[in-house]
């Protein structure tokens, strides 16, 4: 990417960085959405708009085309997590569900260990847009699984919607400056840096606007109790 966009070793880095920001602030936000527009219409249109990004990744030639479509990209594939253990507890009932929790966290294990392995022989003999390529046809095989296999879902539910949306906010906020605290911390040094140092500031704050707010409101996101 640093080569194909002309840009600097610590600029092609946001690429990764950028994504996983995104995600944290997509699996914070997913719960609310997940409940209005239904399980099989969130996957496929999350799904799409995951595959949509990663083609304009593989064609994109400039640095922050290809950050915008990654940060898009990250939001849309935050809600797969929720969304897969969402599915387990509703198709894996009774005996059925230490099975589907067990298979799924074999899944997930053999899919964050794969990709690496994977990448490496696809990136040779395609370059690194070949990446993205392949993230569009794994993302076109499962918008095609969950429109052969998810059940249908019932009509959109605009009550979830009305929802403390400072909370979830505030909440992502503090999650995705975590994540890029900790993801650029190595990098730069820690606190020697000002990205880094900013990320906590900002983590921090939120969090501690996440807290005032979840403690003054009648309708909490998050309930201590469940946890």
């Known amino acids: 990417i640093k080569g194909a966009t002309g840009a600097p070793a610590d600029g092609a880095s946001w690429n990764t960085r950028v994504f996983q920001v995104a995600s944290a602030a997509g699996i914070v936000v997913s719960p609310p959405l997940i409940r209005a527009l239904g399980l099989r219409r969130y996957l496929t249109w999350a799904t799409v708009i995951f595959a949509a990004c990663a083609w304009v990744c593989a064609i994109a030639g400039a640095l922050p085309t290809i950050l915008f479509a990654r940060a898009l990209q990250g939001f849309a594939g935050g809600g797969f997590g ?127 606007g996440f807290a005032f707010a979840w403690w003054h409101t009648k309708a909490a996101i998050l309930n201590i109790r469940t946890m």
């Open 82 to 208: 929720p969304i897969a253990f969402t599915a387990i507890f509703m198709l894996c009932k009774g005996p059925r569900l230490p099975f589907g929790l067990s298979l799924l966290a074999f899944v997930l294990i053999a899919s964050v260990n794969a990709g690496p392995v994977l990448s490496a022989p696809i990136e040779a003999a395609f370059g690194w847009r070949g990446l993205f390529v392949a993230q569009f046809v794994a993302s076109m095989l499962l918008l095609m699984a969950a429109l052969r296999w998810m059940p249908p879902g019932a009509p959109i539910d605009r009550g979830p919607l009305r929802t403390d949306w400072i909370q979830f906010a505030l909440l992502a906020i503090a999650s995705g400056s975590v994540f890029l605290a900790l993801g650029q911390g190595t990098r730069r040094f820690w606190l020697d840096s000002s990205v880094v140092a900013w990320a906590f500031s900002i983590a921090i704050g939120a969090s501690v």
